[in-house]
Each structure stands twice: as C-alpha cells, then as structure tokens.
C-alpha cells in the first residue's frame, strides 16, 4: 500500500514562506510523478503543481508560478512544496498526491495552511 | 488553460436511484479525464481514469464515458455511501484542472 504523509503546514503572516513535505513509501517515488492539489475552506480541488520523478520535469498552476517551488529528494522519499510570498488566497488544505501519470491516484491526508496577520 | 464545466453542481437522490454527472472541456482532451470522489474531511479518491477506466476497488456500478470534450459519470444504483461531492479533472495538459464539483444528497 502506498502511503503519503504531509507535514508543515501552519499559520504565517501574509508575506511569510513556508515549506511542506511529503514522506512517500519507496514504491511511490520508483516510477511516478508527484503533485500537489490544494482546497481552499469549503471550496473545490485545485491542482498546484507536479514533478517527473527525475526532478525534469516540473509544471505550476499561473497563480503560484513565481511564489513556489516544488522539488524532490529520491534518496530520501521526500516531496516538497516552497511556499513564499503567501497571500490569504493560497489558504487550504494541500494534499501530497502520486500517480504513473497525471492523474491522482494516492493522497496523503493533507496539512492545512493558514494565511493570516 | 482549459476550463472544465461540470454539472450540475448539486442533486438529490435516492438509494436505487441512477445518477449521471457531466463534465465539458473548454477544448478537446482526448481522453485525458479523471473522476474523483471526495467525502467531508477526507482525501479525495480516484474512480475512473482515462474516461473510461475503472480503477481497481472500485464497485462497478461506477462507469465512465466520453471523450473529446464532452464526459459523463454514471452511477447505476446509487448506494448511501456514494453520496459524496464527485471531480472531473483534465489531465491532458498543464496546468491540471478540476471541475467545480457535484455534490451528491440525499434526496
């Protein structure tokens, strides 16, 4: 079973950087790509980001082009999202999701990320 | 970026009950639509892949259909635990969207 597990989620001040993870069972990181899919409070999905598992590839959703930055750690099952300059819209749950292709087939359970002064 | 249109963006309906969800691209994808499940405070949960692709675990009275611009995701005997808020997402080119979603009550 592939598992997914997100961590540093929090509340910043507009303005503020912060960086999440993503630990992924070995399976996960050996052939897919790995996104990132946000919701803000009592709204749809969106996709953020994703990354070929070389680190070769990576595609950004126009809103945060610029602010973040999305990487990948093989030799430690890590995906990470860098978030700066955050605005009170990038508020969400960001979800850490793997697949063979473009689609989302696992999902961690998520880590809030609260923008507010 | 392509835009995708799905509706309606709610119903009710009862258990038994056949349920179709559709799903437009602002241009033509191919074949290059997910379908997501999506239940309060959990992840969400991948049902069908490439239009028509039922992926593995998930009951058969799940199908998809399409392709081009125009999708549908069909529900052939709605169970309680299908009730839930259903995603399209195009896959076809970056960046990735959703749809806006459809919540499905009960009636």
């Known amino acids: 079973e592939v598992q997914l597990v997100e961590s540093g989620g929090g509340l910043v001040q507009p303005g503020g950087s912060l960086r999440l993870s993503c630990a992924a069972s070995?399976?996960?990181?050996?052939?897919?790509?790995m996104s990132w899919v946000r919701q803000a409070p009592g709204k749809g999905l969106e996709w953020v980001a994703n990354?070929?598992?070389?680190?070769?590839?990576?595609y950004y959703v126009d809103s945060v082009k610029g602010r973040f930055s999305i990487s990948i750690d093989n030799a430690k099952n890590a995906l990470y999202l860098q978030m700066n300059s955050l605005r009170g819209e990038d508020t969400a749950v960001y979800y850490c999701?793997?697949?063979?292709?473009?689609?989302?087939?696992?999902w961690g359970q998520g880590t809030l990320v609260t923008v507010s002064s | 970026d392509i835009q995708m249109t799905q509706s309606p963006s709610s119903l009710s309906a009862s258990v038994g009950d056949r349920v179709t969800i559709t799903c437009r691209a602002s241009?033509?994808?191919?074949?290059?639509l997910n379908w997501y499940q999506q239940k309060p405070g959990k992840a969400p949960k991948l049902l069908i892949y490439?239009?028509?692709n039922l992926q593995s675990g998930v009951p058969s009275r799940f199908s998809g259909s399409g392709s081009g611009t125009d999708f549908t995701l069909a529900i052939s005997s709605l169970q309680a635990e299908d009730f839930a808020t259903y995603y399209c997402?195009?896959?076809?080119?970056?960046?990735?969207?959703f749809g806006g979603g459809t919540k499905v009550e009960i009636k």
């Open positions: 490439a239009a028509s």
């Open positions: 999701a793997s697949a063979p292709g473009w689609e989302q087939l696992y």
């Open positions: 997402q195009q896959s076809d080119s970056a960046p990735l969207t």
């Open positions: 241009q033509s994808i191919i074949s290059y």
């Open positions: 990354i070929k598992q070389d680190g070769s590839e990576k």
């Open positions: 070995e399976v996960t990181f050996s052939s897919y790509w």
